[in-house]
């Protein structure tokens, strides 16, 4: 029997979602002990990612009740720190008292991160950045988000923390926007608790390749946390994994595979106008399916391959294990 | 003194705005009526583009009263066919009860069309397209979103009808998605009153040269309307015009004048983050300059380098209208 | 036993390649009697498009000698209208003398399609655009482009002419830059020998769907000749096929199939670091298993998914049948 | 009189280029010496970046005397590092061999810099980096291109050595390709004599704000040097600079201004079909606009706006100097 990793998924993928045009939202209005509950049905995910806060009404102790209750651990919490308030900035506000805000919310979610023994806070900071030319100064921006992101870190030495990066959106260009910049800023921390949730979409999306970005913050002792799903290289689509870019995806978990890193695969997809349990239902198919490839795979040869910068002898080896049909016929 | 053409801008740039993480919107709502007030309070605009169906209790004698109260006439009105409803699209929709609804649902904008008197209908099929790879059948889409809106010109022949194309956003992938598939699928339809108006950033984030796509239209007597605003190429933005691509800009309303269109210039922009009534001064401040330099233009000189592809001539007498210090020095 | 369709390939893909960098070549020239061996040396290739004029010395009875050896024939001639003659454009170039010169060189390759015997005359006018903002007249542009392929056409009625479309390189902006754009100009030149080769790369490149693109010249009986690669999206990387989107590969071919389109399975590729014949092997082994995947999948299913847009379904059904280690486990 | 800052160019602007498909070239090739004739007629100029080897029989002292001639310095010497010998790779080619002729062509290059007393060695290494998912190992890459580069320094402690990185082309993906991670590896190299010269329109292709990449080398003290040109996002197009995004070109210099920066405002522009000196000297003429606009502008007003992310006020400050005919008619 095949010894598969742990899977998990953002809370978010089994909610509803609203855009700037269809704002009375694509389906009802899902609670968080909902979601909990549509996590659970899918029956393969062992974490989830929780959104704070709660919908209204519901405690902490709610929400640990839940995912015992469907057999699920919290990896992470992520804090709301792109709404309205922050709209110009989390850790990058122009207001101090805005700034100050972000960060009794960040506190305040990393007291769920105890509550709930997850393993990180993450941090997607989503509103900092800016929209326009001219509209901010680059120095200020970087001097904001490095010494806003050590203060959380240092308040909080018990606590990883993670930083989830992505290219742009909501704001036209987001502060931290690559694998090599965020690299950068945590060096510029100096702290011993800052690292790196890589999005695969993000990634893609940045015109990175996800493996190289996935190998940089490994060599970098950054790679503390990941998601998948997948786009169509030009937005964060957050479409279901596999259903576009399967080469890049079995490139991304191969790399992980000879680092030996060992994590929780998880999925941060928006089915808009899906199914959003068979949507992962849909998603934890493709990653088994990848990881079977994988333990298929002549990785000795792959490597060899590499190591002369084959191109084609390294398609040919990964086509063997990860598509049908593709052996000669006899 | 300078004669200006008139001006005018989609109501919705007097909006607040929501999008998938500041779920809270960015800002409290705005009525319709407000959102006339604010545009009146530009001083500046001529006409709106209206969409419909208006705010809780707002009827048509209430918008005709408060534009008539702020020196204001609707040019258009845009139903909201990408609501929930519609999410899977409107004119191919796989339901042929969403599509009877979608119908519906612009019938009755037409009446409203009617009623304030506007110059046309506005039809921006956002969630007719597709999401992924292999969710739909092409040839099936083509035949639903021709014959819908014949079907839709010949319900209403006293109307004019103008699509807007966007390449994508909302859907992955939207129909309408350039210039000369408009054009094509217009043809197809076999009727007089459908036209395009052309959006300046959808045609920039589609990689089309917004001038040759005027071109395009206006050499099939398609260009009924358009808007500007901009964008960094990549999504549609939606800022304000002027601030990424001047140069395409003057390119644009250059090939306007000399095919002698005469037009509302009006405004596509959601200032999320900014005071849309100061946004829309803004633009109009900067679209005069550009009616400006275009009086300042040696049409007859720019027609000669042009004749010769003198890219170098060509932007040296735009640069001599368009720039200020630009002129050598004594 | 499989009965798969014709092979076939651009000569050029077994050439050697220059760029503005390596103006040394990335491997020394390759005549074109060479290019024919190498393609014939792939074993599995029936036709090859022929660009012309051949190398110093070749005649056209050498050519046909030399693929009768290699058992290949010529599926197309490839006149060179992009080198530095025609480096403002072939069919646009702003003076009448290089037009006639290009119109002159068209038909002496359209004598080489009637001595070959070939099926077309391919026309890929890739310095027919512009560079810069402001630089053309548009509407002169679609003028120019139009009425000289419609002389091309009604001087050579005998001969069919497709037409390749890519969005930009080496102008950066082509004219012919679209499904729809050249489907609308081969509609106004009013001539019935002008049709279209669709290159999956370009409309991929071009943020077309392939499958849309082709389905959209089927239905406007255009879809003539088409050939594949793959790219990462924003360039016309010419890549070998199947490397980067084997599921819009196989959606293409798909929709080739429910349409009954029976034509040659062209590969247009430049290996420019790799072995030539080689690419060419790996191509079509992987051409091979898109093709027998499509023998095995559930048509029936797929429309069926398709006509309620649902994604998810129709991924399922194309992942059971294009990739390995799919299906659960027992 | 304006104290304008010294120009330079790459000597190639003065070249003529070939590319894939024009394969005769765009003009006939243009010597080393005639380059820097052509680029002392521009009469603007007083720098230029040489290439390194220069035309065949062209010794050291001919280039000298050239310059001399010519009213010229060298600012740097740029090494050919990526001809067909290094098409897989300089720094990281999996050849050891291949790896150790490129130091050897960049010690020789470093020789000529003493030679012609220029301020820095300039490294692009275009050809180190990938083309195809699955090539490479990145970890590999990463340890190559930094150790080579390391190597470098090390061997030269009297020059200056500055790394042009850039997102793609000639390889699909450029190894160094963004200014976060160029100043990543060059921290991880512990040499100080590694800096980085960045190209405008890189920066503008690869989705970074050029004046935010700008910023981040200053604060990180690697800005050594830099040039400019203009694109159109999607590609390093290398077009005459102001030509399309003029207002992220004054940010850019806005930046470079209140950081106190001097340094050479160079030139990158390939003007593959237009007069190279013609180009030169509206590129000049720009350039001279920008400055004289800087200049007026209310930079104490613009810090106040940033400092409250008014993008609105931001845009309206610049525009005031920036364009003609913007300010309110009397």
């Known amino acids: 029997m095949t010894d598969y990793?742990?899977?998990g998924a953002g809370l978010w993928h089994f909610a509803s979602y609203v855009d700037r045009y269809a704002t009375d939202g694509y389906a009802p209005e899902v609670s968080t002990l909902e979601q909990i509950a549509r996590?659970?049905?899918?029956?393969e995910l062992s974490y989830v990612d929780v959104p704070y806060p709660f919908s209204e009404g519901v405690s902490v102790d709610d929400v640990k009740q839940a995912l015992?209750?469907?057999?699920?651990?919290?990896?992470g919490v992520t804090p709301e720190i792109y709404m309205r308030r922050f709209s110009k900035g989390a850790f990058t506000n122009p207001d101090p008292e805005v700034r100050a805000a972000a960060l009794a919310a960040l506190n305040e979610?990393?007291?769920?991160?105890?509550?709930?023994?997850?393993?990180?806070?993450?941090?997607?900071?989503?509103?900092?950045?800016?929209?326009?030319?001219?509209?901010?100064?680059?120095?200020?921006?970087?001097?904001?988000?490095?010494?806003?992101?050590?203060?959380?870190?240092?308040?909080?030495p018990d606590i990883k923390i993670v930083i989830e990066y992505k290219p742009r959106e909501p704001r036209n260009k987001m502060f931290w926007d690559s694998a090599a910049k965020t690299a950068l800023g945590i060096k510029a921390m100096g702290v011993d608790n800052v690292g790196v949730l890589l999005d695969f979409g993000h990634a893609l999306f940045g015109g990175e390749s996800p493996a190289a970005a996935a190998q940089l913050l490994i060599d970098h002792d950054l790679l503390w946390a990941m998601d998948v799903n997948d786009n169509l290289r030009s937005?964060?689509?957050?479409?279901?994994?596999?259903?576009?870019?399967?080469?890049?995806?079995?490139?991304?978990?191969?790399?992980?595979?000879?680092?030996?890193?060992?994590?929780?695969?998880?999925?941060?997809?928006?089915?808009?106008?899906?199914?959003?349990?068979?949507?992962?239902?849909?998603?934890?198919r493709f990653l088994k399916a990848i990881w079977r490839s994988l333990e298929q795979l002549d990785i000795e040869a792959l490597k060899a391959a590499q190591a002369?910068?084959?191109?084609?002898?390294?398609?040919?080896?990964?086509?063997?294990?990860?598509?049908?049909?593709?052996?000669?016929?006899?």
Do not use: C
Request: aromatic residues 12%; without cysteine; hydrophobic residues 45%.
């Open 5 to 7: 990793p742990p899977f």
């Open 39 to 43: 996590a659970g049905s899918v029956g």
């Open 68 to 75: 015992a209750d469907n057999g699920l651990q919290a990896i």
């Open 109 to 156: 979610a990393a007291d769920v991160v105890r509550a709930l023994e997850a393993k990180y806070l993450k941090v997607w900071p989503g509103q900092d950045g800016w929209d326009y030319p001219l509209q901010v100064n680059h120095h200020e921006q970087w001097e904001l988000a490095v010494s806003g992101m050590r203060e959380l870190a240092q308040a909080n």
């Open 235 to 284: 937005w964060d689509d957050d479409m279901v994994v596999g259903t576009v870019h399967p080469i890049e995806l079995f490139e991304y978990f191969y790399t992980l595979k000879i680092n030996g890193w060992e994590g929780v695969w998880q999925l941060d997809q928006f089915p808009f106008r899906e199914d959003t349990v068979e949507a992962a239902k849909l998603s934890i």
């Open 308 to 330: 002369r910068q084959d191109a084609l002898g390294a398609q040919r080896l990964v086509q063997d294990v990860l598509f049908a049909n593709i052996r000669d016929e006899a």
